[in-house]
């Protein structure tokens, strides 16, 4: 049992979801990201099981926890009440405090999870907001789409759900200082705040400066494909 095991199995999520994988493979066979990535929750429960550091940090550096869609099928089926999806998260979280993550191009996107979701919390309430649903990123939506994010604010003024009003309807209201305040000590209290500098920190390690870490953001930005950036060979 090594050092890696014996923090992953203090954290709650861990110990809710693994009860004792039989190694049936039920998980696999219903999970919706395995018919499409190199993803296999019964390989993910055979390593946590083997309590091989090498093995658990080998997958932590990976692409593998994080295709992952949390849609909880794993959970409904297995016959032992097994949880890999919360097995996953606990692995993405010691992943982010070890800064494994930035070592797989899915794990680096978490710096876009924190930058958009993260701060989003924080700053307005909600993960999403209808300005960082841009056309150029997400061309899929079409012509409609373009044209509500080009005249966003007089099409909410008209359907009487303006934007950035104090409780007003809709998810572009402007929640009260006082309860964003209480927000954030959760976040605060529960972990969260620490886990979103890990990422910054992890990626400014990877990256090697502040700047790069920029600059792979901006990359994000303005070709919405993070795997546009070179990362620098620091040999």
């Known amino acids: 049992m090594g050092t890696l095991f014996n923090e992953l199995k203090q954290d709650i999520l861990y110990q809710h979801g693994?009860?004792?994988?039989?190694?049936?493979?039920?998980?696999?066979?219903?999970?919706?990201?395995?018919?499409?990535?190199?993803?296999?929750?019964?390989?993910?429960?055979?390593?946590?099981?083997?309590?091989?550091?090498?093995?658990?940090?080998?997958?932590?550096?990976?692409?593998?926890?994080?295709?992952?869609?949390?849609?909880?099928?794993?959970?409904?089926?297995?016959?032992?009440?097994?949880?890999?999806?919360?097995?996953?998260?606990?692995?993405?979280?010691?992943?982010?405090?070890?800064?494994?993550?930035?070592?797989?191009?899915?794990?680096?996107?978490?710096?876009?999870?924190?930058?958009?979701?993260?701060?989003?919390?924080?700053?307005?309430?909600?993960?999403?907001?209808?300005?960082?649903?841009?056309?150029?990123?997400?061309?899929?939506?079409?012509?409609?789409?373009?044209?509500?994010?080009?005249?966003?604010?007089?099409?909410?003024?008209w359907w009487d759900v303006p934007m950035d009003l104090e409780n007003s309807p809709g998810s572009h209201r402007m929640i009260p200082e006082k309860d964003l305040d209480e927000v954030r000590r959760i976040y605060q209290k529960t972990g969260a705040i620490a886990l979103m500098d890990a990422v910054e920190k992890g990626m400014e390690k990877k990256l090697g400066s502040k700047a790069e870490v920029e600059k792979y953001w901006q990359t994000w930005l303005e070709t919405g494909d993070s795997r546009n950036y070179e990362i620098p060979d620091r040999q």
């Open 18 to 157: 693994m009860n004792a994988c039989l190694n049936c493979g039920v998980c696999t066979a219903v999970c919706p990201a395995a018919e499409f990535n190199d993803y296999s929750p019964r390989e993910i429960m055979n390593i946590v099981q083997s309590e091989d550091d090498e093995q658990i940090e080998d997958l932590l550096k990976s692409d593998k926890i994080w295709y992952c869609g949390q849609c909880f099928s794993c959970k409904t089926r297995c016959p032992r009440g097994n949880n890999t999806a919360s097995v996953v998260l606990a692995l993405r979280r010691l992943s982010i405090r070890h800064g494994y993550f930035a070592e797989s191009e899915k794990g680096r996107q978490q710096l876009f999870a924190k930058r958009v979701f993260g701060e989003n919390v924080l700053k307005r309430g909600y993960t999403l907001l209808a300005e960082n649903i841009t056309p150029a990123h997400f061309p899929e939506l079409g012509e409609n789409w373009e044209y509500y994010y080009e005249h966003r604010a007089e099409m909410r003024q």
